[in-house]
């Protein structure tokens, strides 16, 4: 692997963003491991409710695309579900788990619900659904930040 840095030079800064080249697939596993803090994605990883801090829609299914990431300041886990029940229906499923405290927006073909359960602990569950990609199903993506106590 390697990184490439496009950027340009104003007043002595670089600014830009990171170009990753890997010759491995995208979705292989990846670890940025040692002493120092690290990421994992794996094609095949699960994680559990706990991870999340939120339940699995039932019944969903996993897809690739989960990662985890470890910083000195605190941790970001995400994974990514498929099911074949409504966009409606999994965003109800989450306002009733994360009860009057969630915040919710709901559009069209999608919604995010986020919740504080913590001074530095939150989670946000984005739901789409869009006839013409993941099969015509609901996708569900849920993502749990949790800071380190000082």
């Not at 990184?3 to 979705?27: L, M, N």
């Not at 596993?29 to 409710?49: D, E, I, K, L, V």
Request: glycine share 10%; charged share 20%.
């Amino acid at each position: 692997m390697s990184v490439d840095w496009p950027h340009r030079k104003a007043s002595g800064v670089y600014v830009g963003c990171p170009r990753i080249q890997t010759t491995e697939s995208p979705f292989d596993a990846f670890h940025q491991a040692g002493p120092s803090p690290g990421a994992t994605t794996n094609r095949s990883a699960t994680y559990s409710a706990s991870e999340l801090g939120a339940d699995l829609y039932p019944g969903a299914q996993s897809t690739p695309g989960g990662m985890r990431m470890d910083l000195p300041t605190g941790s970001m886990v995400s994974a990514s579900f498929v099911t074949s029940d409504s966009k409606d229906a999994v965003v109800n499923f989450y306002k009733g788990k994360f009860g009057s405290d969630a915040s919710v927006f709901d559009a069209a073909d999608s919604a995010v619900i986020s919740v504080n359960k913590g001074p530095q602990d939150s989670v946000v569950v984005t739901v789409t659904s869009k006839p013409s990609e993941n099969d015509g199903k609901t996708k569900i993506v849920i993502l749990h930040t949790k800071g380190k106590s000082s």
